[in-house]
Nanobody, 114 residues
Framework: QVQLVESGGGLVQAGGSLRLSCIAS????????MGWYRQAPGKQRELVAT?????ATNYGDSVKGRFTISRAKNTVYLQMNSLKAEDTAVYYC??????????WGQGTQVTVSS
């Protein structure tokens, strides 16, 4: 089992920045991809960014150039700059390990006021 604890969400004005963190604990061996997804009210959960164990990154089109994903050991970060009202959502951390079902965090609310 892997436990994920997210932090860093909150309320920020448009144009501002936030940094999300997600710490994995438990059976963290062989963690491969770590990532962030988000879900706004009435919308489907969507990809924000992922990062592989080798450091390869992938971003959703709406956040390219504004968000940066990084990782250190069993922690994944999401630096969010130039935030927009449409970035308002619950942000979820996700980790993947070969041979295991993906694990999700409980989510952290990000609210951007315009």
């Amino acid at each position: 089992q892997v436990q994920l604890v997210e932090s860093g969400g909150g309320l920020v004005q448009a144009g501002g920045s936030l940094r999300l963190s997600c710490i994995a604990s438990g059976s963290t061996f062989s963690i491969n991809t770590m990532g962030w997804y988000r879900q706004a009210p009435g919308k489907q959960r969507e990809l924000v960014a992922t990062i592989s164990s080798g450091g390869a990154t992938n971003y959703g089109d709406s956040v390219k150039g504004r968000f940066t994903i990084s990782r250190a050991k069993n922690t994944v970060y999401l630096q969010m700059n130039s935030l927009k009202a449409e970035d308002t959502a619950v942000y979820y951390c996700k980790i993947e390990r070969p041979g295991f079902r993906a694990s999700w965090g409980q989510g952290t609310q990000v609210t951007v006021s315009s």
